[in-house]
Structure formats: structure tokens, C-alpha cells
């Protein structure tokens, strides 16, 4: 397993994942602390997230409609492209995981917003399931 750094998004992915429950509620529940509110609501890493629990890719969450609204999410789009990416190579680093993401869903030069933190520590600590 690579060893990676990722942000506060990312831990919380994993605490929230190891939480287990509903994952709205769980994510909330491990980004609580954080110390400001917009820290605690920034939607690009919680949708990556979710969209990820949403197809079913989290392990020990069940699939189901985790999103208030139905229309697509990028986000997960995003999160669900890195998985099939890291399947391919499980040794990118956030920057080439996040590069080639932006290739292959034709982003141009769009950044990321901590979706590849969320995505790199659950796969990193082996809580994505295929």
C-alpha cells in the first residue's frame, strides 16, 4: 500500500467510512470539528464522497440516493473516474491521479478541490471496494 498525504477531506473520508451508517450523517459527524463553517460544509470533497457510497464503492456502506438533488454530480463523476484510474496504476500521486482524471472527463484546466484526498485515503487504507 503507496503511503500518501492527504488533508483534513481525506481523513475525514476514512473516519466517516469507519463510522459506517448513513454517510450524510456520518460525514458530518467527522467533519464536526473543523474550525470553520465553511470547512465543515465545502461540497466538492463530501459529494466525492458520497457519490462514491452512492455506487456502492465504500466499503461496509450500502449503495443507495445519498444526494438531495437527482441531477448529476461532477464530483462524483470525478471520484468514480480516479477509482477506475488508480485500478489501472494504484501509484499516482494526487497531482498525476487528479491530471489524469481532467484528460480522460476533458476538464481543461479545472482544479481540484480536495475530491482526490477523499478519493487517495480511502483507497489507501483499503476502504473502496470494486
Known amino acids: 500500500m503507496k503511503t500518501s498525504i492527504y488533508n483534513k477531506y481525506g481523513l475525514a473520508a476514512k473516519e466517516a467510512t469507519l463510522m459506517g451508517g448513513n454517510p450524510v450523517e456520518s460525514w458530518e459527524m467527522a467533519v464536526k470539528d473543523f474550525d ?25 456502506i450500502k449503495p443507495g440516493s445519498y444526494f438531495i438533488r437527482k ?25 498525476e491521479l487528479w491530471e ?11 482544479r481540484h478541490n480536495s475530491q482526490m484526498d477523499v ?12
Open 36 to 60: 470553520s463553517e465553511s470547512a465543515k460544509i465545502k461540497g466538492c470533497p463530501k459529494n466525492a464522497f458520497l457519490g462514491l457510497c452512492e455506487d456502492g464503492l465504500v466499503k461496509d
Open 71 to 95: 441531477n448529476e454530480n461532477l464530483n462524483k463523476k470525478y471520484a468514480i473516474k480516479a477509482v477506475e484510474l488508480l485500478d489501472l496504476d494504484s501509484n499516482l500521486s494526487k497531482n
Open 100 to 110: 489524469k482524471v481532467r484528460e480522460e472527463l476533458s476538464l481543461g484546466e479545472l
Open 119 to 130: 478519493v487517495l485515503a480511502l483507497w489507501n487504507e483499503r476502504l473502496i471496494v470494486k
